[in-house]
């Protein structure tokens, strides 16, 4: 693998930064540990409304994720434009988070992706929003990830 062209910085955008954004960052920070050019990679969420700015992720998120292992460990930020030219690669958890991410810029950023762009044909466009459902869909976001 050619290490220049791995990304320095991912970032995760949900709506709220409290459930699918921090669930996938554990989980990147986790992979990234395994290998050795990931370890220079930095990871982080934002959600694109301010709902939850300085809360920790959904308990319901942090239980999921505590079994299959990850810890959840951010707190919620609201994301900002300059994140554009800051990061390397936005991963939008969905179409409503991708369009408000380039809603903020008149520019056409190459580095903004769906996080579906990574996952086969099988899965969903849009990883689905679990804030107001049961465990069931915690679980679910946890296996799309």
């Not at 903004?112 to 466009?125: A, E, T």
Request: aromatic residues 8%; proline residues 6%.
């Amino acid at each position: 693998m050619n290490v220049s062209s791995l990304p320095r910085s991912v970032q995760f955008v949900c709506l709220g930064n409290i459930c699918r954004s921090p669930a996938a960052q554990a989980v990147m920070e986790q992979i990234a540990i395994l290998e050795p050019e990931g370890r220079q990679l930095t990871v982080d969420s934002a959600g694109t409304a301010g709902y939850h700015i300085g809360r920790a992720a959904d308990p319901r998120m942090m239980e999921a994720a505590g079994r299959r292992g990850y810890e959840l460990r951010s707190r919620a930020k609201q994301f900002e434009p300059g994140f554009l030219r800051s990061r390397s690669l936005i991963v939008a958890m969905d179409r409503e988070n991708y369009r408000e991410i380039l809603r903020t810029t008149s520019d056409c950023p190459t580095n903004v992706r769906m996080f579906s762009d990574f996952l086969g044909d099988d899965w969903p466009r849009d990883v689905p929003d679990p804030y107001y459902g049961g465990v069931e869909g915690f679980e679910y976001v946890l296996d799309m990830l």
